[in-house]
């Protein structure tokens, strides 16, 4: 191990994978709040409160919330991880909105902060292919991986001028937000994939599927697809059978089974009353 020191901060899935990583090359100064982060330094004395109690030059960031003020921009080098492949899908929830999206590709970037969104020139990015298969917690457990294993020995090389930063490609860029509770509503007015798509982004941890009905909110475990060019009231329950709850959609019919209330009580399908309207 080198002897000189770094600074982290962050909490979550990928701070618990950078730190792994970062501890075999450097001492880490650590602010964080994760117990999973904090168990896993060698000198917990380490730990600071703010930026401003950091005493080394170079800090990383992963799973770091807050917006970092600019003079802490011009008093440090910061470099943060972010889950996607800048400059596109800045921002929030960036995996969950490319497989959304059908990108072919998603990866992550480790790049130089600045005062701006995600914007800082780029370091390493690392691209994994969408299988349009696999669920969002997946492709963020291969990605949390990766950093396990890669980020420190990338941080050394970074450090001893090895790896040059190249400024993001602006023209390229996009921008996305948080996901809500609005956006796990299944969505009968969008096609078949769509809906495919969200059940991959909404596996555990996270949130199953919702609907709304008659002003209370459910989940969704599963559902199966009919296809069907019949013109109708779309995100009607137009029929209640052995197959489950058949609700009008895009593309056809799109048959929900394996509902929840809230409180995670199963729900009976006969519960759901032909001629209504979901998410009304």
């Known amino acids: 191990m080198q002897d000189n020191k770094i600074g982290f901060a962050g909490k979550g ?5 950078a ?73 929030w929830h960036s995996t969950a909105w490319a497989i959304m999206n059908g ?17 800082g020139p780029i370091i390493h990015q690392k691209k994994f292919v969408n299988d349009n298969t696999s669920s969002a917690t997946h492709y963020m457990g291969l990605m949390n991986t990766y950093i396990e294993e890669n980020l420190g020995q990338i941080i050394n090389k970074y450090s001893i001028g090895e790896i ?18 609005t956006h796990n509503l299944i969505n009968f007015n969008n096609g078949f994939e769509h809906c495919k798509r969200l059940f991959r982004v909404l596996q555990f941890p996270y949130p199953l599927p919702q609907i709304r009905y008659r002003k209370e909110y459910y989940t969704v475990g599963k559902v ?3 296809k069907s060019d019949v013109q109708t009231d779309i995100g009607r329950i137009l029929n209640v059978d052995s197959d489950g709850v058949w ?34």
């Open 164 to 181: 040059t930063s190249k400024p993001q490609d602006k023209s390229k860029a996009s921008w996305v937000g948080k996901r809500s509770q």
């Open 103 to 119: 990108e072919n590709k998603l990866g992550l970037s480790i790049f130089e902060m600045n005062q701006f969104m995600d914007d």
């Open 13 to 17: 899935w990928g701070a618990v994978a």
């Open 19 to 91: 730190v792994k990583s970062l501890k075999q090359f450097y001492n880490l100064e650590c602010l964080s709040t994760d117990g999973n982060v904090i168990d896993l330094l060698s000198d917990q004395s380490n730990l600071v409160n703010s930026f401003d109690e950091f005493t080394c030059n170079l800090i990383i960031c992963a799973g770091y919330e807050p917006l970092i003020e600019e003079k802490l921009l011009s008093r440090y080098k910061i470099i943060n991880i972010h889950y996607s492949l800048l400059p596109k899908y800045r921002g």
């Open 224 to 226: 199966v697809f009919h």
């Open 247 to 280: 609700v009008k959609s895009l593309d056809g019919y799109i048959i929900m089974n394996d509902i929840e209330d809230v409180m995670g009580n199963c729900i009976n399908n006969n519960t759901f009353k032909l001629g209504s309207f979901i998410n009304d």
